[in-house]
T-cell receptor, first 108, second 112 residues
Framework: EDQVTQSPEALRLQEGESSSLNCSYT??????LFWYRQDPGKGPEFLFT???AGEEKEKERLKATLTKKESFLHITAPKPEDSATYLC?????????FGQGTRLTINP | GVTQSPTHLIKTRGQQVTLRCSSQ?????VSWYHQQALGQGPQFIF????????GRGNFPPRFSGLQFPNDSSELNVNALELDDSALYLC????????????FGSGTRLTVV
């Protein structure tokens, strides 16, 4: 069965302090990996899709990378508005399998 | 985008509830997810395509759904339990293009 594990569960940074979030996955055949951002009481907002090992995608202060076993979401010089829960997911049969998320807090 | 209604709902244990979802234009597949808390990832309930259930997660039969010809959808939950309190998320996509999931903002259900 497909499994996704994210770490850490929570991360608190100072504004401008760069860091990375980890997403480890076990799937029978990777057909992509998604990153989402979720704010409290809202639905997940799509950030990136990665399809193959070695692929990288960037959006503002975020960069997502993919290896054969894990994905990283790097956040560079974060701002308080980057505070949110970040979810990764892999597509299974008729569904997305999500990790539990990393709750990121950026202090001004 | 995907719109869900209502945004918030309070029900009593044992009651029944219906949640609604309008798909993004051009999408023909609707999936429902259950999220107990923000520290937990969304859990797949079921998916509908061409008005039929197309996959189901580990949820009891009292969770049921409908998809209508206009691709909108309903999630029905009978005999509500306290543990059903959660954020219910609807996601639409196009069959054959599973990578284009768009989520709604969810319905926050509280069972008291």
């Amino acid at each position: 069965e497909d499994q996704v594990t994210q770490s850490p569960e929570a991360l608190r940074l100072q504004e401008g302090e760069s860091s990375s979030l980890n997403c480890s996955y076990t799937v029978s055949g990777l057909r992509g990996l998604f990153w989402y951002r979720q704010d409290p009481g809202k639905g997940p907002e799509f950030l990136f899709t990665l399809y193959s090992a070695g692929e990288e995608k960037e959006k503002e202060r975020l960069k997502a990378t993919l290896t054969k076993k894990e994905s990283f979401l790097h956040i560079t010089a974060p701002k308080p508005e980057d505070s949110a829960t970040y979810l990764c997911a892999v597509p299974g049969a008729q569904k997305l399998v999500f990790g539990q998320g990393t709750r990121l807090t950026i202090n001004p | 985008g995907v719109t869900q209604s209502p945004t918030h709902l309070i029900k009593t244990r044992g009651q029944q509830v219906t949640l609604r979802c309008s798909s993004q234009s051009g999408h023909n597949t609707v999936s429902w997810y259950h999220q107990q808390a923000l520290g937990q990832g969304p859990q797949f309930i079921f998916q509908y395509y061409r008005e039929e259930e197309n996959g189901r997660g580990n949820f009891p039969p009292r969770f049921s759904g409908l998809q209508f010809p206009n691709d909108s959808s309903e999630l029905n939950v009978n005999a509500l339990e306290l543990d059903d309190s959660a954020l219910y998320l609807c996601a639409s996509s196009r069959q054959g293009q599973p990578y284009g999931y768009t989520f709604g903002s969810g319905t926050r259900l509280t069972v008291v």
